[in-house]
Every structure is written in C-alpha cells, then in structure tokens.
C-alpha cells in the first residue's frame, strides 16, 4: 500500500451511469491485475475502492458506475482536481496460473478489472476469451477495447439487446473448453460461473469496507483456507477456498 | 524542546497518541507504513476466550463525519493471541502494549485478562465493558455501575498489571459508571467507545448492516466523548485514556484539556492509515501554538 | 403522482416534513423565505412558564457535521407566547400548528401545556421532557421511565389534544422512556432532542460554551436518530415523529422506514433556511427513484 | 435575507493574518454599511459571518482575519471559487444620526464595515475622522484605503510601532468634539470607547452564531429595551440601549 495523489486528466460518461476516468500520477508498482485503489472524496468520511482497470506510463484509468453519493459526486470531478489515493491494495489475480488459453468473464462494473489483467496475460502470449455480461445494450462498455486487445471478445446481455441474449453463463457454453477462468461481478455471477465452469480460477469479491488495507476487520469473509479479509487477502480468491453464504 | 511524554498507570509513553482497538489489528498492518515504535503504545484488537468470526458482513455503513460498524469482536482468541500474535508483534513493536480483552461473561473476562496479563510485553489490560452480559440478559456490563463493578473487581483480583476500564457511552451517567470502576480498584478508565447506530439502505429498504446496528466513531463523536471525559474527570481520581473521533494534534490538546491524561485514536487510522505518525509529529507545533511546554501538564485544565 | 401526505395522530399533513423546535423561531424569519404553508406544520420555540432569557452567551459552537448549542430555552413565556406571538404566527400559517413546552417541574409542565392546548390554533402538544427536573436533584424527566410516565400522565390530564412526547437520547434505554410514555396516554413520541456534548476553546483552555455543556445536532446524530427510533418502532404502537440530523429526502424516506410517520428538521435551517422547503421539493423525485407511490406507507418498512 | 452565489475574484493578504477578499456577484440591496454575509465555507457546518466592507458596481470586498480553521480555509481559496452566501444580514447602521462631524473608532477586525460606512457618510457630504487601531503596525491595513476617500485618519498602536501609541481610546482625545461615534471592534475596546465618548453613537457587536438570521436564540444579548438577536435585531446597537456583561 502506498499514498499518493493523482490528478483527473480526463473523466467521462461512456455507458449508461458508467464513467472512464484518467488520472495521472505515479504508477510505479501498480501493474499487478485485480488490484485496486481506495480514494477519498471530499464531504464523505470512508473512501471508495474502485478497481485498476488499466496503466499507462503515467496514468490510470478507473471505471466506475454511479450508484450512490460518492460516486455521484466522482462523476462532477472535473480536470486538474487532486484526488487522495491509497494505491496497489488487494492480492490481485495470480497469472501464473492462467495456462494457456484461460477465460475472464466479468459482468456490469465487475468488467474494468479484467481489462488489465486481458492486456497482461496477451503480453504474456496467452490466448485469451473474455466473456462480459450487461444488463443491456446501453450499460455496455469497453467491447472496442478488448477487441482492439485482440481477443475472442463475447459479449451478453440479459435483455437480448446486444450479443447474447442471457446471462454471462450461457455464454460460457458456447465457449468450449478453456484452462482457467478468472472472474469478476456481482456476487450472483460468480456463483453461477462457479458451478458453470470446470476449470480451476480465481474470483474476485466485493465487501463494504473500513479501511481497505486490512486494519478493521470490515471485510472478513470465510473460505475454506479458514477467515479472510476480502481488502487484503482478496479481494481475489481461490476457486477451490470459495465458501458460498448460505442465505442472501 | 516541547515535552509530549506523559505517564500512564506509572508507565512513561513519550506521546498520549494510543491506536484504539479495532482499528489497529495487531500493529503489522501499520509496521509496513511507519516506525510504529514511535506510538505512545497501542491497544490490540479486542481478544476474547474463544476465536470468534465476528458478525456476517455487511459491517460497516458510511455516516457523516464517521462510519458504523458491527465486526463482532473478530479475533482468534486469546490462546492464538499469545501463541502466534505476541511474538510476531514483538518483532516490530519494542513497548508495552496494551491489552484489550472483552467477554460475555465475568468469567470469560477473568480468564482472558489473566493470561494476557502474565505476558511480558503486555503493560496494560484494557478491559472492554461494553459487550452484552449474556448472563445478565443481554445488557452490557457496562451500562450499569453494579454490572461494572461486580466484573471489574473479578478481574482485578486476578490481574496485577494496571487496569484500565472502558466504557461504554450508550448510558444515562456515564460518571456513576466510571465511579463504580475506581471504586472496584480499576487504575484507569477509558473511553468512550463506539455510540450504538444504525443506516438503512434504500433500495432494499433493510437496515445496512447485517448486524442491523452497529457503534459510531470517527469526529461525528468527538463533542460527544469530550463531555463524557469531563464529566468522569469530575467523577474520579485515576486517568483517563480519551478518544472518540480524535483526528489531529488539536483534537489530541482538546481532549486532554478535558481530563484526558492520553488518547487513542480509532477511525482516523482507517481513512489516514498515517494518521497517528502525523499527530504525533504535528504535536510539537501545535503546542508551541497554544503555549504548551509540558504535555502532560495540561490534563483537565479546562477544569 | 406522489403522494406525501401523512396523518399524525388524526390530523393530515400534507407532507412528513416538520420544521424542529427551536431552529424556526414562531415561523415569521422564515415566512419571509418561503410560504411556509408548504410545510407538513412546524414545532414552535420550546415555552416556558415564565419568560427565560436563556444561558449567557457563546451558546453556539462549531462541531464537526453539527453544532452545539445551549439557548436555554429562551422564550417570552407561556402568556407572551399567547397574546402575542400566536396571534402574529396566525397570520403567516394557516395549519394546525405544533407547540413545544418546557418546564422545570411537574407543575409548570401542566400549566403551560393546559394553556396552549386551549388555543385554536395549537394541533398538537410537543412535550418536551429533556429539562431538568428541578425537585427531582436535576436529572432530566426524560432519563427515567417513572418521572417520565409521572410527568406524561400529569399532563395528560389536562389536554385533550394530541400529547406527544419528546425525548432525550442520553439515556441507556430510551425504548423504556417511551414505554412508559405510551403507558401514560401519550399519543406519539417525538425523538430525538441534542445530544449532550462541549467543545473547548484551545487558546483560552476554557469550555467553549457559557453553559459548558450542550446540545450536539445535525448530521452527526442522523445514525444515531435512526437507531433510536427503530428501538422505539418496535417498543411502542403510537405514532413516532423521528428527528435527528436529517437534512435532505433521502434521510426523510431513511427515518420513516426506521419507524417515523414525520420528521422534524432542526439544524439544516440554520445553515440552509431553505431547507424545508428544499426537502418537500425533492420527496416526489426521491419517491420515484425508490418506488415509493404513498409515502404514508413506508413507516417502519426496515423492520 | 437573500441567498446568493458570488465568485471569488481575488484573495489576498493585506498584512498579518488579515486577507482581503473580492467576490463578485448580485451586489444589488447589499450596501446598508455595517450589514453582514454569512458564508458556506465546504468542509464547515455553521457558516462563517464576515462583514461587508466595500461594494462597487458588481463586487462585494470582505476583509478577514484567520483566526480558526474556517478562516484559514478561506485564505486558500482561489479565483475561481463559487461561494454560497446568505446576505444582506443584520441591521447596520444607521447614517440619519451621523450630525455633520461623525467619528468612526474601529478595532482590527472591526475595521472593515467602518469603510463601506465612512464611504456612504462622505457621500452624504458629512466630515469624517476615523481612528483605526491595531496591535502592532505589521497588521495594521486600509491605512490608504480610508485616507484616499479624503478623511481625518488616525491610526493607533497598541505597541507604538505607528501612529499613536496606545489604544483608540488616547487617540480619541487627542480629535476634539464631534456630532456622534460609530465604533466597531473587540468588545473590550468597545467598552472603553462606550466611556470615553460623551456623544450618542452606534456600536457594532460580535456573538458567535448558529444562523445568523433571527431563528436560533444563539446570538442573544440583553439590553435596556430587552433583548436582543445580535444576528437580526444587531450587530450594532445605540449605545443608549448597551448593557455591559458584568463579568468577562
Ligand atoms: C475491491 C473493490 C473494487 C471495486 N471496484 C469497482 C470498480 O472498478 N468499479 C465500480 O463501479 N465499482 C467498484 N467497486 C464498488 C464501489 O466501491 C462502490 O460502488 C462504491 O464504493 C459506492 O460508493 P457510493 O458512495 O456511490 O455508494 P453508497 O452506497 O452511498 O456508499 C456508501 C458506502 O458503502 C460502500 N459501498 C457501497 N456499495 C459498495 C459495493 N458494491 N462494494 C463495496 N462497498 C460498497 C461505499 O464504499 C461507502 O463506504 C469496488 C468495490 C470493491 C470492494
Ligand atoms: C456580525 C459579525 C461580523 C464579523 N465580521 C468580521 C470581519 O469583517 N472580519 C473578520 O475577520 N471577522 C469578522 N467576524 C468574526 C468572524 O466571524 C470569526 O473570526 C470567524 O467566524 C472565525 O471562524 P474560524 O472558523 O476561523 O474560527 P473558529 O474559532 O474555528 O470558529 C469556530 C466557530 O466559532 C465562530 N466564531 C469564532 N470566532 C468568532 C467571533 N469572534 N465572532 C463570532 N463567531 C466566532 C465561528 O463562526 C464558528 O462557528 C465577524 C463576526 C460577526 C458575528
Ligand atoms: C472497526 C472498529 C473495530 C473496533 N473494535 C474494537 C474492539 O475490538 N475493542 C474495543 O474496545 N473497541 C473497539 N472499537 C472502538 C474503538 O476502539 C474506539 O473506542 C471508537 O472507535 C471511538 O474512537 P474513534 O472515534 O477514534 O474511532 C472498534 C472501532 C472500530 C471503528
Ligand atoms: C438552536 C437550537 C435550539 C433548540 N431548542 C429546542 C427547544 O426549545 N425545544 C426542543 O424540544 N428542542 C429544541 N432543540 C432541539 C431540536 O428541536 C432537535 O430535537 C435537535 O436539534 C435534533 O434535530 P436536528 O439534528 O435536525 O437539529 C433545539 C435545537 C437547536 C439546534
Ligand atoms: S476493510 Fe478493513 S480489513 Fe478489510
Ligand atoms: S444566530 Fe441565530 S438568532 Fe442570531
């Protein structure tokens, strides 16, 4: 973990409620995928964890959808405005493990993430699927980007109004087989990708969070490698150390 | 040269600048920012008998000038603690420490202290009054002074490291309570410890935290825990350990001005993880600012 | 379209939104801004028997998301408020207005509250139980369930119109205090008063407030606010008018689905003087995004 | 009472401690001298009162001294900033008393108002004098400002370090009669005009506010006509009606 200040260069609306936004600063040790930084926002007291989506020579890109205040109030920020970050939190994804034709399947604002991790596996001569999932064809994002990554790029929408109709795991089916999948959304997802895929993978979780560095205890969760704290042992997690809540 | 230490329980810190519990795990987490050996000392998180897991997530809800938050005493009990924890912590904390121990019976309380309090590096108990007596109905020990006292002097019987209660803010006279501590043999009283809330979410129209409430820190507390260290400064003899939304070295000479003979510091580590470096090192200025040469001279000056 | 309308203890309002006692002086400052007609109603400066010029100045600190405060109830008194203010509030509101009382003992609770009550104008009786009970060694008739069942029904005797009954959040169980209410006949419950809270002034190293202590509001309570008034949901039957730092729609809908039929809004008029008249214009959109077609219904929907 | 946006034009220090502010905005009722406005300061909950000083065809001047938090935040803020404002607060005062020689007497922070009043006197064809004091010459301020509007200027210092050493009140009998005194500044130095001056006059007053508009009770005082709210009913009082706080 790190402390350091960026500044907004550009931050833009490019699906429906969901904003790009580019910061510039000092990205050194920040290329590991599935890592992410907590962000302070003036007028709110916690920060916000958002995922690393992508790394330039000096800057970092963020997606983020609106859902509540604070993240209302990071879609206002404008140019030149400094932001507090804490940076490279979290394990991030393992790519050793990837084989060598793994699959990424990240659904709604479980998608940015796997940008990174995409472009570092490619670099690492991986042959890479990616499978998102929207709700809709105005939620959608990022498709361009991770075609222009070169490759397989499917997408899913719940309502059938882009690519598949459906969710993320019908588009699996039609994916053969693969030697790992690395995920990210929304609890419900990666539920059924768990049970959807036979490869081994990694997951990563969200959880409402103190601190994001592993002080509070906010986050625990419990695998089965015993308790874990989603900001600090995770927020990715095994495959096989996976403990579903049994209720809702 | 402006003179921060202060004395504690007979223990010399060369700062009032406490971590709280809760928000400082075992001191590693924060080795890795910052020489952690420049703290006062710091209190670990609250151990109890048994590992416990805590309360299911979520556990924490944002709130203006502060969070909630309902993580259930998670720790892996007092055997691990001393077993795995203490010798890990002696590797990068060279002070006493402080030694937060809760419970849910006086028994529990008893057993817990007493083997952290043959620990070497253990220099206080802090003992933790405010969980809910599962033998006494669910209502905290510390929200009465009979409760208070009857588990404070089972303890001190079995404890000869200095003793400091913590109290709970969730009561009608917080004084009468403190009072019932000294008068049990406590050597210190801190607090205030989290104020019960709660937040509902919206969208789903259920409270936010899986816990249903959860206790208040951060600044929202400070005039809060401010009027209670001076009520119970009024109402004892021993120290006060204050803290309850402190953030910045002006926070730390306010809460000592209303009888606090150090602090710690909870919340604020969370959002600044450089939160008590910073205190501590913005300390010197401010007390040049508001004519301080001795720290610890100030306690209960308002007074 | 929405529908805001809420009905308090008989009466309709067209909307929950309730300015709080003391923070809207009799209406006129406010009349000035904005047709205070569009308010639900509003809760005047809490009346005493006797004039009171209040506590000796500074009553007013900063704290951080709210302020203290110690007025001490300053207010003409129960016949200056009477032959002068209501006659000159008559003119700027036409609704059932809310009258607040204050008193130091029993007595003076009962002839306060049993004048207004036969004032046309007057809807409701606010009684508020926070002050000091001068017979009973100072502590507040709100801190017990006895003084406060003894003051209630005392009072209760008196009025025929709706009682509601305003309590104090320094207690260690406030779901009893109002209990107790509901078993005197009260016919809702207001809650929750400040807060009790003092700051220091740091270059003087004097309490910062004339008074010493005061009253913590605004934000910093909402959490708070809301707890109490799902213990008390679930406490009692009588309609609950939830207050505490609410400051915008959302913390409107937050309240009622704690357990509020209205609200009160205190000290967002003071930073804000819109800020009822902002809410009211923001409750249909903030429906709407939450789904909410008669507000009326959401009371106590987080339970 | 009117709420108003105004834009910060510029801010700078005038001597020690002590900004000067420029805001421009909707000036347009704003030019009672000895009238108020009280600021939105982000980060603060109460806002922060701070007399006018000057008006000019679109912009409002404010002079500040930092004292706290709320005033050191403010000598940060840069051109640019929107500002919320409440205006228009407080009585003033009233210039109809004035006679043909008034005398003006204010104390470090309580000399801004006294220039937008000494304008509006000279306006009025009225000969002015005004006695500013100071504690020491480095944070004395408007020295030029109130002489360029071609009136007596005489300027106190506590510590001597200009003008006349000693407080308002040795300066006072050095200036002869005059019709009526108008005096703004720390209550102690208030006082001590109160005694020194056989002529009627007006007395601007400070009290620590919760609104600042007449609804909260948290500025009150007594007087000999009952009392009164500082915020609505002050901040000046005639000094017929003045009852001095018995003890500090
Ligand atoms: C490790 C991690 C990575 C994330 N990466 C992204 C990302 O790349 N893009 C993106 O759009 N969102 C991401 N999120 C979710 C994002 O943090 C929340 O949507 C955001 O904090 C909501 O803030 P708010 O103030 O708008 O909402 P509010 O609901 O008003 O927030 C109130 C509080 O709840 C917390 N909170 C609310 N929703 C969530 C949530 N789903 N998960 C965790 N905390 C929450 C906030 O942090 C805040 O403390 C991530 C979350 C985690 C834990
Ligand atoms: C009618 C009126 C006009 C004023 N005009 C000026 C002016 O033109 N120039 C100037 O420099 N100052 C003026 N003041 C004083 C100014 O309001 C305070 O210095 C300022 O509010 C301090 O804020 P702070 O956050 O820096 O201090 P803090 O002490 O941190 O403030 C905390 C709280 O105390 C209040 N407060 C602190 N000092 C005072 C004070 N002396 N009077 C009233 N409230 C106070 C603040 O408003 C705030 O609510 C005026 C005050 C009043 C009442
Ligand atoms: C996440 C979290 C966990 C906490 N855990 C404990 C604990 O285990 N034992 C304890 O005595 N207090 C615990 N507390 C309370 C703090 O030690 C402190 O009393 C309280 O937060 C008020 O101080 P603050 O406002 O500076 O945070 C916890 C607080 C937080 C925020
Ligand atoms: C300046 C001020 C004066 C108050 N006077 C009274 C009063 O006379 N009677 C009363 O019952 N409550 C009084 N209150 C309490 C409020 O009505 C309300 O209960 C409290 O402020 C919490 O709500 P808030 O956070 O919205 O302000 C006062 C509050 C303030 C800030
Ligand atoms: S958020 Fe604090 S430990 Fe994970
Ligand atoms: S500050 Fe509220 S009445 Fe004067």
Redesign the pocket.
Same mark, same amino acid.
């Given at each position: 973990m790190e402390e350091r200040i960026f500044t907004v260069k550009s931050n833009k609306l490019i699906a429906r409620d969901v904003y790009e936004i580019k910061l510039s600063g000092d990205i050194s040790g920040m290329q590991r995928p599935g890592q992410f930084v907590n962000i302070k926002l003036d007028g709110f007291y916690l920060r916000r964890p958002i995922s690393v989506c992508d790394i330039s020579a000096d800057s970092l890109t963020l997606i983020y959808k609106t859902v509540g205040n604070g993240t209302e109030y990071m879609s206002t920020l404008q140019e030149g405005k400094k932001l507090d970050l804490l940076t490279m939190l979290g394990n991030g994804y393992d790519i050793s493990k990837s084989g060598s034709s793994p699959l990424l399947i990240g659904g709604g604002c479980g998608v940015p993430p796997l940008y990174l991790l995409a472009k570092t596996l490619v670099a690492e001569g991986k042959s890479v699927t990616i499978i998102t999932g929207f709700n809709t064809k105005s939620e959608m994002f990022y498709k361009n980007e991770f075609k222009s990554l070169g490759i397989r790029t499917l997408v899913a929408t719940a309502d059938g109004s882009y690519g598949a109709k459906g969710f993320v795991t019908d588009a699996m089916v039609k994916c053969g087989d693969f030697s790992y999948t690395y995920a990210c959304g929304p609890e419900p997802m990666l539920k059924a990708v768990y049970y959807a895929s036979k490869a081994s993978g990694q997951y990563s979780f969200e959880e409402r969070m103190?601190c994001g560095f592993g002080a509070?205890?906010?986050c625990s969760c419990k695998t089965l490698y015993g308790s874990k704290r989603i900001c600090k042992d995770g927020p990715v997690l095994e495959k096989e150390e996976i403990i579903w809540p049994t209720q809702e | 040269m402006a003179d921060t230490r202060v004395a504690l329980c007979g223990i010399t810190l060369d700062n009032p600048v406490i971590p *709280?519990?809760?928000?400082f795990g075992y001191g590693y987490e924060f080795a890795k920012f910052y020489d952690i050996n420049r703290l006062g000392t710091f209190s670990f998180?609250?151990t109890t008998k048994e590992p416990r897991f805590g309360n299911a997530t979520p556990r924490i809800a944002e709130c203006p000038s502060g969070?909630l938050?309902c993580?259930g005493?998670q720790n892996p009990g007092v055997n691990a603690v001393i077993s795995d924890e203490l010798p890990k912590l002696k590797k990068v904390f060279r002070k006493p420490v402080m030694a937060?121990v809760?419970g849910f019976s006086t028994e529990e309380y008893v057993y817990t202290a007493s083997l952290l309090d043959k620990e070497e590096q253990v220099g206080w108990i802090?003992l933790?009054i405010s969980c809910p007596n599962v033998h006494g109905g669910g209502m905290a020990f510390g929200t009465s002074p009979k409760m208070a006292y009857e588990v404070v002097a089972a303890v001190r019987k079995e404890v000869k490291k200095p003793l400091i209660v913590?109290l709970s803010p969730n009561v009608t006279d917080i004084a009468s309570v403190a009072a019932a501590c000294e008068s049990a043999d406590a050597d210190g009283i801190s607090l +205030?410890?989290?104020v019960l809330g709660m937040r509902i979410n919206l969208k789903t129209r259920k409270p936010l935290l899986a816990n249903i409430t959860g206790?208040l820190?951060?600044p929202a507390?400070l005039p809060i825990a401010l009027r209670m260290i001076y009520q119970v400064y009024e109402a004892v003899k021993i120290p006060i350990i204050g803290?309850?939304? +402190?953030s910045c070295a002006e926070d730390v000479v306010e809460a000592m001005l209303a009888g606090a003979t150090a602090v710690? +510091?909870? *919340? *604020?580590n969370?959002v600044n993880p450089y939160a008590c470096r910073d205190i501590i090192e913005a300390l010197p200025e401010t007390m040049e600012k508001y004519k301080i040469n001795k720290l610890a001279e100030i306690t209960g000056g308002a007074h």
């Open positions: 103190g509070c205890m906010g | *709280a519990s809760g928000t998180k609250g969070l938050n993580v005493l937060n809760s802090e933790n913590k +205030i410890n989290t206790g820190s951060g507390l803290m309850g939304g +402190i710690e +510091i909870g *919340a *604020a969370l």
